[in-house]
């Protein structure tokens, strides 16, 4: 089956730009997850979507992030305006519902704040 | 919330020798526990995992022990090899639903030829 798809791989912009990535799930996963892994650290869980629905969005900074997944597959997450400390790799996750055997990472989005 | 602990940061062995990297978590109702490995530069990967209704679980080199009562749980790894090294990441969740993973800070393995 085809993986998550992460797009772009690398960013680097200036503070107080604007920034967006884009995932694309594995065909069929209806919960789709975007995790922040700053360098030397675990993932940390941003916001995590059932369909078109948010779950969980305790952890996103929402004065400047943002999430959508109008459709119910592909999402998009925004940072604006970016701050240095966003310098991170974004992953994008998928699963089932449910599912009993983990869920598969995107190849991620590398972000460099300068 | 469920918090994971994880030790060492940081870890270097011999070629061959074992390895073990143990965690800790929080939420007693956590039942399901993954283990990821990620290379440098690229995407974490599932290697092994273990259920709340087991307390072991092997594949190959590799097995996984959990201890309920004491909610910890550990990565083992034998006869280790130059690609083993990687960072390793422990996670816990409760399984079912909307499972939300919360990771461990990782384990930096390096195995010297």
């Known amino acids: 089956e085809a993986g998550v798809a992460q797009s772009p791989r690398y960013k680097i912009i200036e503070k107080r730009q604007s920034v967006a990535f884009w995932c694309n799930p594995i065909s069929g996963h209806a919960t789709l997850y975007w995790y922040q892994q700053i360098l030397g650290q675990g993932p940390k869980l941003l916001i995590q979507?059932?369909?078109?629905?948010?779950?969980?969005d305790s952890q996103l900074p929402k004065d400047r992030f943002s999430a959508e997944r109008l459709k119910g597959v592909d999402s998009t997450l925004k940072i604006q305006p970016a701050k240095l400390e966003d310098s991170a790799v974004y992953l994008c996750?998928?699963?089932?519902?449910?599912?009993?055997?983990?869920?598969?990472f995107g190849s991620g989005t590398r972000l460099t704040v300068v | 919330g469920e918090n994971v602990e994880q030790h060492p940061s940081t870890l270097s062995v011999q070629e061959g020798d074992s390895a073990v990297i143990k965690c800790t978590y929080s939420d007693s109702a956590s039942n399901y526990f993954p283990w990821y490995k990620q290379e440098l530069g690229k995407r974490p990967q599932l290697i092994i995992d273990i259920r709340s209704n087991v307390g072991e679980k092997k594949d190959q080199r590799i097995a996984v022990t959990l201890n309920k009562t004491a909610k910890h749980f550990s990565l083992h790894i034998t006869e280790t090899q130059p690609e083993d090294s990687a960072v390793y990441f422990c996670a816990a969740t409760l399984e079912g639903g909307y499972q939300k993973v919360t990771f461990g800070t990782g384990t930096k393995l390096q195995v010297i030829p």
């Open positions: 996750a998928s699963s089932l519902t449910g599912q009993r055997y983990g869920y598969t």
């Open positions: 979507f059932q369909n078109n629905g948010v779950v969980d």
